[in-house]
């Protein structure tokens, strides 16, 4: 898809703010989730699109899948997406979770260098 600047922009500031709903809900509801961001490559919108949901360890990170919450993050990321306007056929594959210790262990903290390695070896 061949997007504007004008067009990404839009769609940023968009995402952006109905991301920062989800993040507020969840912060609220699932114990250890700390922060959420996306990655896109707009070459590849929207099947690019991924939303990652930041907790502040692995077994935290754990502890809300085992209750089942991956679903809530699935859900309110579909809401999120839909409030923004984004078609896709299976938001729930766009939903990544991760975590601060596996960030500190493996790319010393940098969230940037984490997801272009992520972003790099899905090619």
Not at 36 to 45: G, K
Request: glycine share 4%.
């Amino acid at each position: 898809m061949n997007l504007s600047k004008r067009e990404q922009s839009q769609i940023e500031r968009t995402l952006a703010a109905t991301l920062t709903d989800a993040c507020e809900a969840a912060k609220a509801e699932i114990v250890g989730f700390q922060w959420l961001t996306h990655d896109v490559d707009y070459q590849h919108f929207p099947a690019s699109l991924r939303v990652i949901w930041v907790f502040a360890s692995q077994a935290e990170q754990d502890a809300a899948i085992a209750r089942g919450q991956d679903r809530l993050m699935q859900e309110l990321t579909a809401t999120a997406l839909q409030a923004a306007a984004i078609q896709l056929d299976t938001p729930a594959a766009h939903v990544h979770l991760d975590n601060e210790q596996q960030c500190l262990r493996v790319d010393g903290g940098n969230w940037q260098q984490r997801l272009a390695r992520q972003r790099s070896a899905k090619r």
